[in-house]
């Protein structure tokens, strides 16, 4: 049986068509994705919702001597969710990101150069290049060729439960719990947990046509490295969205990831991440939603993707 999604134009709801189901895809927190703080995110009870991602992004920074940065991922996310209650959803979400050289550095040339954008030595190196090098104090940690591929494929189950249902002054509270399990072996990170667990404090409101998103996250993760980085075996993470309701079934979204750097003492890579997605959430049918975003670093020229793309779409019965 399917279910017709809930409509934003309620002036009681306090959660519209939601955010775009973004990762973090700066390049150490890619390695260990799956913990992003979440916004409140209800099903009446019995209800079901699968929702499906794919996000492309190409990540660059270069500083000589420190670090060289070049690569393209590819994060496909299926979730599965499901209203225990009318307050509390269980979900289960499987990631399977790979890597590669790609094909958007002609285009990120091209807009560089256009909007007179500062492009970070990007046209002294080949196009569609795959090549990591962190170095500090004469220890590095690098990824060539024959590290292309499929890395860090996760399952992760999510308790979430609402709080405080909100009303005409305070906003929706929800809380929520996760733990995440690498789904086969992972290259890149050795001596963490075997299993992570994050949680996060979310909260939703609405003003008018507008519908304002926070979230507080934090993710346990044990004491990893990735080859001779030392990464913080606790990060935090602020996520912050808006969304406004411009037409019948549809929604403007915009969104902000600031998460704690991955690395401990590692220059740049230990400095927090920001990463800002712009994109359009629209009903294409009573129970599905199609979602398309762009990805910018504007607030962070290295520690960030330089560009990426997203499209995904959600099913409710």
């Avoid at 030595?121 to 990591?132: A, G, I, L, S, W």
């Amino acid at each position: 049986m399917l279910l017709a999604l809930q409509d934003p134009s309620d002036p009681q709801d306090k959660v519209g068509y939601g955010i775009m189901s973004i990762p973090s895809l700066s390049l150490l927190n890619s390695l260990r994705g799956g913990l992003e703080p979440r916004i409140p995110e209800p099903l009446p009870r019995g209800t079901f919702e699968l929702d499906y991602s794919l996000t492309w992004a190409n990540t660059w920074g270069y500083n000589d001597g420190s670090f060289f940065v070049d690569q393209e991922s590819l994060v496909p996310t299926i979730a599965l969710g499901w209203g225990a209650t009318d307050h509390t959803r269980i979900e289960l979400e499987a990631r399977a990101p790979s890597r590669f050289g790609g094909r958007m550095d002609s285009l990120i040339e091209v807009v560089h150069e256009v909007f007179k954008v500062e492009a970070m030595n990007r046209e002294e190196f080949p196009e569609d290049d795959f090549r990591v090098e962190l170095t500090r104090a004469g220890k590095s940690a690098e990824l060539e060729g024959g590290d292309r591929g499929f890395y860090g494929s996760s399952l992760a189950v999510t308790l979430q439960n609402t709080l405080w249902v909100g009303d005409e002054v305070w906003p929706l509270v929800a809380g929520s719990i996760t733990a995440r399990a690498d789904a086969g072996p992972n290259r890149d990170l050795r001596e963490g947990s075997l299993v992570d667990v994050g949680a996060s404090l979310s909260a939703a409101t609405r003003v008018d046509d507008f519908h304002f998103y926070g979230a507080l996250g934090a993710a346990w993760y044990g004491t990893e490295r990735f080859q001779h980085v030392k990464m913080r075996p606790v990060q935090g993470s602020v996520l912050l969205a808006s969304e406004w309701r411009f037409g019948p079934g549809a929604s403007l979204v915009a969104q902000y990831l600031i998460t704690k750097g991955a690395a401990r003492n590692w220059r740049n890579f230990s400095r927090p991440s920001n990463e800002i997605a712009l994109g359009l959430r629209v009903a294409i049918a009573a129970n599905a939603r199609l979602e398309l975003g762009v990805i910018e670093n504007l607030a962070d020229p290295v520690n960030a993707p330089d560009f990426g793309l997203h499209a995904g779409m959600d099913l409710r019965f």
